[in-house]
């Protein structure tokens, strides 16, 4: 079973940039496509950032394309979201999640979804304030 842990959450100002770490132990995660969701208070997980286990192609919410960028480390087992231009509606608990089914060109806004992944990590907060 794939457990997950993300970091590098913290407080950040407006504009400023952050890079969270989803580090995978018990499997290897490039056998899995991964989600960034992200749960600001009130309001329901969305889905944020995805790459594919297949090449690595990548899908973005329309809300975060242009700032957010996903990329994997095999070597290291681990999955990064870069932030950049943080702003105050940012603040969420970032987690990200692994999914066995097959996110293809086709498919990846269903995969925005909560539901089709088997695995999550704890999560990790981001607080963006001056």
């Known amino acids: 079973q794939v457990q997950l842990v993300e970091s590098g959450g913290g407080l950040v100002q407006p504009g400023g940039s952050l890079r969270l770490s989803c580090a995978a132990s018990?499997?290897?995660?490039?056998?899995?496509?991964v989600g960034w969701f992200r749960q600001a208070p009130g309001k329901e997980r969305e889905g944020v950032a995805l790459i594919s286990s297949s090449d690595d192609s990548t899908y973005y919410a329309d809300s975060v394309k242009g700032r957010f960028t996903i990329s994997r480390d095999k070597s290291k087992n681990t999955v990064y979201l870069r932030i950049n231009n943080l702003k105050p509606e940012d603040r969420a608990v970032y987690y990200c999640?692994?999914?066995?089914?097959?996110?293809?060109?086709?498919?990846?806004?269903?995969?925005?979804?909560?539901?089709?992944?088997?695995?999550w990590g704890r999560g990790t907060q981001v607080t963006v304030s001056s």
């Open positions: 018990g499997g290897t995660l490039e056998y899995y496509a």
């Open positions: 999640a692994a999914s066995m089914g097959e996110l293809l060109d086709g498919n990846w806004r269903q995969y925005l979804m909560p539901s089709e992944y088997d695995y």
